[in-house]
């Protein structure tokens, strides 16, 4: 069982940045795909950004060219910045672990609120 832990959501201009933090706590040797989600109000919850443990990225669409995911030094620590934010970036963003046994584990959620 691994707990995920987003942070760093908070209220930005267009055209500013945010840089999110999911910290993972547990078995996370047995993580094999670390993933940021969205949800917007009303919408359905899609998939923002991809990283594996051999640290290939795949992003949506409409994210390419301004996010970024990562993992920190320690593995432990996902992150996703996000440059060049537009109003309908706007969503609660979930970090999501794909586990190698086929489970998956889901953070809280952390708000990002682009004002135009």
């Known amino acids: 069982q691994v707990q995920l832990m987003e942070s760093g959501g908070g209220l930005v201009q267009a055209g500013g940045s945010l840089r999110l933090s999911c910290d993972a706590s547990?078995?996370?040797?047995?993580?094999?795909?670390m993933r940021w989600h969205r949800q917007a109000p009303g919408k359905e919850r899609e998939l923002v950004a991809v990283?594996?443990?051999?640290?290939?990225?795949v992003y949506a669409d409409s994210v390419k060219g301004r996010f970024t995911v990562s993992r920190g030094d320690a593995k432990n620590t996902v992150y996703l910045q996000m440059n060049s934010l537009k109003p309908e970036d706007t969503a609660v963003y979930y970090c999501?672990?794909?586990?190698?046994?086929?489970?998956?584990?889901w953070g809280q959620g952390t708000q990002v609120t682009v004002s135009s």
């Open positions: 999501n672990a794909l586990m190698t046994s086929g489970s998956v584990s």
């Open positions: 547990g078995s996370i040797f047995r993580i094999n795909v």
């Open positions: 990283i594996t443990s051999d640290g290939i990225t």
